[in-house]
């Protein structure tokens, strides 16, 4: 199954997952063509840059891939930590706080990066 | 401290770079974007308008905060420490200039005595009028960018920048910096900025505020967007952000507390002083004194370390006295023996000697693991290292590289967990380091509920109640979980040894949505009872939620091990690694022995969660349910399930029915609000949020979640409430 690799076992995978499936729905395709951007998110298991995976977040199209963007430059790259980019993407930390602390990098146009923000993930829900 | 300047700094922004000509000068030159191309081609390109009353409220020589009026605003050992860099740092640059005006402070930092600027590298124009002065000067500052060389500090003739046109030139250019230099490290950056920054004389103990990095071409745009879109200038939002973290913790100290705690060693604050230490070693590469100047920043590393710990016995050890005087640069250490600074009055470093002497104190144990071994060794490492360098963008790679603190940091933690440090005091220390190691990966509010430690009510009027297990009971039956959780953290006061108590409490925090305490309350009902399923399969569906999927599959391996039909599906012994498809197998097996056993489903249902097979996992919870159609946490798993498959209205009804039957249930309220949201309702989303949290104020995710759907839906007008947990207004505005 997808999760049986250890090394594969980021709590990120959930989030891309529901947000590649969020983006199939109505209010998804809406979020396409409100942003209509395209932001690598480059996620690593402890420390920032080591081990990193790539998810392209295709806000264009309404797609997520796993790895590199391939068709020329994304307008906004980030990178985090597995645990960070939870925090972000669920609210729990704001994306300013995460850059100040230096727990989000970003590389790219500064107004893509701007329309970066929590609400374009879907909420995880619990059991 | 650090916080309050830096939302200081943020906004004294604005007045400058509207009503000051120089002010709007730079803003023109460092903040706009086709900066670039245009300075090129018209290279003292002013955008001076045309009424030429420029200087008239501005006297040449006299200058409204010039460089002899910088107000310090530093308490902090850090920033003392630092404060000693800008003395020195501006020694140099007066002295250049300004002989006379100044008069000679006496340096006590560490034997810095004197800086012997770099001279060889002039700006193009250091005459003329100010602007132009100016123009030109950040003219070669753009231009450093091409080559990525490292910009030089200049001398410059007074140019009457005032506070404000200084913050911005500062926050302006720490923000273009890291433009020009997108594909230099952070602490390349720092050096180019506080080389700029120096050269004019502008203070960088004030952190810029509020910087975004990214592409220069971009950069006009989002300035001008954002002062468009919002009614002051953007610094105000951090301020804003930063008063949100304020009102979450509580006051200003706590707040000023955290945000130097959370900045102490990994945050940006800190890379900026980093950047001011090159700064000032740049101005005297080649001297002895870097190993001082390394030496001192490592411990002022650590004094910040140990400034958190509370405990006053500690504070006033003379350890920790040590410490804050050597990041003070008072002491110093020279072959290995701790040295008095010059100028510092005083008895300390004799009573350190003598305690050095002394024998079994801890400080002096430290002294003989750590000083005599760690920095002089690192010292000489560094003295090495540095004789090699030659280029200086070799030189700051080497110096950033030896300037890790955490290593030295962590080799010292690595002593302490040895055990080398014997007493309580040694336990104290690794206690708050290991806080402090916390609180760089996660945020302060949930530090103190991390991993495992049970948060205890302060006022519980059950404590003293003769048997709060069984009011705990009743009160949870009734639907009342927060009095229910009061009642039995009274149990579990009385007996912490009772597993029953510890697991009902778990489930209480579950139902009203705050797993960290849900978790830490089963860990403490696991540690009691380490057999119990319900325990087990609590810690599977919490650990799952909170996406931990190693750990969830752990728990639910264990069900099966101790169940005490099917343990025989499990091997004897856990195996060292867990696939999720061998667990998802055993469980399969002993669903088809017996396919009338609803939790096996549930089981399943929560394993095919993890695995992100919702299809499956729905399909398990609904054989579940058909079993035990009046279970309402079932109903809430279907529904969760659902929800994180995107099919939000199926989730919507099956949360219903969980309401139906249980209707204080606050994670199936909170879990609606996520499934509106999630559809884009937000307005239907904010109620049932703010009804979540009318029963459980200490939902924090609920909080986050609301704080976003309201500025989803235009509502920022009730962010504030949301903010400062105002549940009256938002009960009133959001009835459901």
């Avoid at chain 2, 974007?33 to 008239?56: C, H, M, N, V």
């Avoid at chain 2, 003070?328 to 510092?344: F, M, N, P, R, Y």
């Avoid at chain 2, 049970?454 to 009160?475: A, R």
């Avoid at chain 2, 399909?619 to 099919?647: H, M, V």
Wanted: proline content about 5%; hydrophobic content about 35%; overall charge negative.
């Amino acid at each position: 199954m997808s999760s049986s690799n250890q090394e594969q076992q980021m709590k990120s995978d959930t989030i891309m997952e529901q947000m590649k499936l969020h983006l199939a729905t109505e209010e998804g395709k809406k979020l396409t063509k409100k942003i209509g951007l395209v932001y690598q998110i480059n996620v690593a298991p402890k420390k920032i840059g080591f081990n990193e995976v790539c998810y392209v977040v295709d806000l264009k199209k309404g797609e997520v891939k796993k790895g590199k963007y391939e068709d020329g430059k994304p307008d906004a790259t980030f990178s985090f930590t597995d645990d960070d980019f939870v925090k972000v993407s669920t609210g729990k930390m704001n994306p300013q706080m995460a850059f100040m602390r230096g727990a989000m990098k970003i590389k790219g146009s500064i107004s893509a990066a701007q329309k970066f923000t929590p609400d374009i993930f879907p909420k995880p829900s619990k059991l | 401290m650090a916080g309050r300047e830096l939302v200081m700094g943020g906004g004294n922004c604005e007045p400058s770079s509207s009503t000051n000509p120089l002010g709007a000068l730079a803003n023109a030159l460092i903040g706009s974007s086709s900066t670039k191309e245009k300075l090129q081609e018209i290279p003292t390109s002013t955008t001076r308008p045309s009424d030429g009353s420029y200087f008239a409220g501005e006297p040449l020589s006299v200058l409204p905060g010039s460089e002899f009026d910088h107000p310090q605003q530093l308490h902090s050992q850090g920033s003392a420490f630092l404060q000693g860099f800008h003395a020195g740092d501006q020694n140099g640059l007066s002295d250049a200039w300004n002989e006379i005006q100044r008069p000679q402070v006496p340096y006590g930092a560490g034997g810095i005595s004197n800086f012997p600027m770099e001279r060889t590298q002039l700006p193009p124009t250091v005459d003329g009028p100010p602007q132009r002065v100016l123009s030109s000067f950040l003219h070669s500052f753009i231009n450093s960018s091409h080559g990525g060389i490292p910009f030089h500090p200049a001398r410059l003739p007074m140019l009457g920048l005032s506070q404000g046109d200084k913050q911005c030139v500062r926050d302006r250019a720490s923000i273009m910096a890291r433009h020009f230099f997108a594909d230099k490290n952070e602490d390349f950056i720092n050096g180019q900025v506080n080389s700029l920054l120096s050269s004019l004389d502008i203070d960088n103990d004030v952190r810029a505020a509020g910087f975004m990095p990214g592409r220069s071409r971009e950069m006009e745009e989002y300035w001008n967007e954002s002062q468009a879109l919002k009614p002051h200038n953007p610094a105000d939002g951090w301020i804003s952000e930063f008063s949100q973290h304020q009102n979450t913790y509580g006051g200003p100290d706590s707040w000023v507390q955290s945000f130097e705690r959370e900045h102490g060693a990994n945050g940006w604050a800190s890379e900026f002083e980093r950047g001011q230490n090159q700064l000032v070693a740049m101005n005297q590469m080649g001297g002895v004194n870097i190993p001082n100047l390394a030496l001192m920043e490592q411990t002022r590393m650590l004094a910040n370390t140990l400034a958190q710990n509370n405990d006053p016995k500690f504070q006033n050890s003379k350890f920790f006295q040590f410490m804050s005087k050597m990041s003070q640069g008072e002491l110093t250490i020279e072959d290995d023996q701790i040295k008095q600074a010059v100028s510092v009055p005083g008895d300390w470093a004799t009573e350190y000697q003598h305690q050095y002497n002394g024998g079994q104190a801890w400080a002096d144990q430290f002294a003989h693991e750590e000083i005599t071994r760690g920095p002089a060794g690192w010292a000489n490492e560094f003295a090495t290292e540095h004789a090699i360098g030659t280029s200086n963008d070799e030189w700051v790679n080497e110096f950033s590289k030896l300037h890790v603190n955490d290593d030295w940091a962590e080799e010292f933690g690595r002593q302490v967990a040895e055990g080398t440090l014997d007493d309580n005091t040694a336990d104290n220390w690794a206690s708050a380091y290991d806080d402090y190691l916390n609180e760089q990966v996660s945020l302060k509010q949930e530090s103190a509920k991390s991993r495992g430690v049970y948060e205890f009510s302060e006022f519980n009027p059950y404590v003293g109640h003769p048997n709060p297990l069984k009011e705990g009971q009743e009160l949870f039956r009734k639907g009342l979980l927060s009095e229910a959780v009061l009642a039995l953290e009274a149990e579990v006061l009385k007996n912490p040894e009772n597993a029953e108590g510890w697991r009902l409490l778990g489930i209480t925090h579950a139902e009203n949505d705050d797993d960290q305490q849900a978790i830490a309350a089963m860990m403490r009902a696991h540690e009691a009872d380490s057999t119990n399923l319900e325990v087990l399969l609590s810690l599977g569906v919490s650990h799952t939620n909170e996406l931990e999927q190693p750990t969830a599959l752990k728990y639910l391996y264990g069900w099966l091990r101790h169940h005490p039909k099917y343990g025989t599906f499990a091997a004897q012994q856990e195996p060292e690694s867990l696939y999720h498809a061998d667990v998802a197998g055993l469980f399969n097996d002993a669903a088809k022995m017996s396919p009338d056993d609803a939790d096996i489903h549930i089981v399943l249902g929560v394993l095919y969660n993890l695995s992100r097979e919702y299809d499956r996992a729905i399909e398990s919870f609904k054989r579940a349910l058909e079993l035990k159609p009046r279970d309402y946490s079932l109903w809430n798993k279907l529904g969760a399930t659902q929800a994180n498959s995107i099919q939000s209205a199926d989730a919507i009804s099956a949360y219903q029915k969980a309401l139906d039957l249980k209707p204080n249930y606050v994670r199936a309220w909170a879990n609606m609000g996520i499934s509106y949201a999630n559809q884009g309702m937000y307005e239907d989303s904010i109620r049932y949020y703010v009804r979540a949290l009318a029963m459980n104020p200490k939902a924090d995710n609920a909080w986050q979640y609301l704080r976003i759907s309201l500025s989803c839906a235009s509502r920022n007008d009730m962010v504030e409430a949301c903010d400062s947990r105002n549940l009256d207004v938002l009960q009133k505005e959001f009835p459901l």
